[in-house]
């Protein structure tokens, strides 16, 4: 029987190439790197711009004193207290669905009347479908040139 001859192979046809192996696999891969990295440094400032918002400046609210004997004082957004030297204020917005709550003086609570969720004079959750407290917002003092309290201010 005679053989049958087998075609040799050119080095370049059947051969598998390695990655690790050639200036070309090493430049190609470098310049993948240098192009993920010059695509990086170049978006994240893009990104950062498109994301940013400006802090709300807060919003103050100047209550002249005296209050009533009461103590309270209805504003348009918010609930101010006072009790002897302490004063806080709270949101006048439900915590469940965004009514305006009206404050009962007989009773000492605050109310919502949409779906009576009732809350403390401190905004804390007492009862009803709402699930969260009353947001409080600080109180500062300005008293005047006699150091008596001359107004309270809110910051909303």
């Not at 709300?56 to 207290?81: C, I, T």
């Not at 969720?117 to 699930?131: D, I, Q, T, V, W």
Request: include cysteine; charged fraction near 20%.
């Amino acid at each position: 029987m005679t053989e049958v001859e087998k075609p040799q192979e050119s080095p370049g046809q059947g051969a598998v190439p390695r990655a690790d192996t050639g200036r070309r696999n090493l430049l190609r891969t470098w310049a993948k790197w240098a192009l993920a990295l010059g695509s990086a440094i170049f978006l994240y400032p893009l990104i950062r711009f498109a994301s940013f918002q400006m802090p709300r400046k807060p919003l103050l609210m100047e209550v002249p004193a005296p209050l009533p004997l009461s103590g309270v004082h209805s504003g348009q957004d918010f609930f101010l207290f006072v009790q002897g030297s302490d004063s806080w204020a709270v949101s006048r917005t439900c915590t469940h669905l965004g009514c305006r709550i009206n404050y009962l003086e007989d009773q000492e609570l605050i109310e919502c009347p949409c779906h009576q969720s009732r809350f403390s004079r401190e905004g804390k959750r007492l009862s009803g479908p709402a699930e969260k407290d009353l947001p409080r917002f600080p109180v500062q003092l300005k008293r005047g040139a006699d150091g008596a309290i001359s107004a309270y201010i809110v910051e909303m």
